[in-house]
């Protein structure tokens, strides 16, 4: 129940494509949904974050879209550009009985010139 | 935004000797952090939650006294690798929370990387 499925494991796209990466969890406690980059030997960075009683976030060119009733939750990255390649990792946070934080497997994406 | 350092970036040790390796928040009190385990490719695995003045709170499957954690202060909790094996090679982030800005953000390190001959 504390799982986050996170798929693809893979993603190559073209330049200005629409990269989408989706997640699911079981644990309907988990009630903050956070999405960060890393990149190669480095630690992860926060990228956007959404709360379940949201439907859709927007920042830049990163957007969360959040099915609370589906508990899926996915990040779409408008006009991806080659520093865009990262791997992607969505996560789930859960506060009762002491703050955690689930990591999904990752998504490695790359991002062709 | 709010910073966390770690201290050293790598390290390279041999085995059956003992690590420690820190982590600072620059910026603000951190009174809960977080320290995980990164192997190749693959995700983030919490091992411990640490507390400032108290004990942390370690994961199922991680060996306490083999990953001994202090958080004496506000802005420093510490991770020692006792007995160290190749086995333990890997890449050890910590993260941070503060109070100040948000309830569930947290702020990662830029990470440790271990190795151990």
């Known amino acids: 129940q504390q799982q986050v499925k996170q798929s693809p494991q893979s993603l190559i796209v073209q330049k200005g494509g629409i990269p989408i990466i989706n997640c699911a969890y079981e644990n309907t406690a988990f009630d903050y949904f956070p999405w960060y980059q890393q990149f190669p030997g480095k630690g992860p960075a926060l990228l956007i974050a959404i709360r379940p009683d949201v439907s859709e976030k927007k920042e830049g060119r990163f957007t969360i879209s959040f099915n609370k009733s589906a508990k899926q939750f996915s990040l779409h990255i408008m006009d991806s550009q080659p520093g865009d390649s990262a791997t992607y990792f969505c996560a789930a946070s859960i506060k009762t009985g002491g703050f955690k934080t689930i990591f999904g497997a990752g998504t490695r994406l790359f991002v062709k010139a | 935004g709010a910073v966390v350092s770690q201290h050293p970036s790598w390290v390279i040790c041999k085995s059956g000797t003992s690590v420690k390796i820190e982590c600072r928040s620059l910026?603000?009190?951190?009174?809960?952090m977080f320290w995980y385990r990164q192997f190749p490719k693959q995700s983030l695995m919490l091992m411990a939650t640490?507390?400032?003045?108290?004990?942390?709170?370690?994961e199922q499957g991680v060996e306490k006294d083999k990953f001994l954690i202090n958080h004496a202060s506000l802005t420093l909790s510490t991770l020692t690798v006792t007995s160290a094996h190749p086995e333990d090679s890997s890449f050890y982030i910590c993260?941070?929370?503060?109070?100040?800005?948000?309830?569930?953000?947290?702020?990662f390190g830029p990470g440790t990387r271990l190795t151990v001959t």
């Open positions: 993260s941070a929370r503060d109070p100040g800005t948000g309830v569930y953000e947290q702020y």
């Open positions: 640490s507390n400032e003045g108290s004990k942390a709170t370690y």
């Open positions: 910026d603000f009190q951190a009174t809960t």
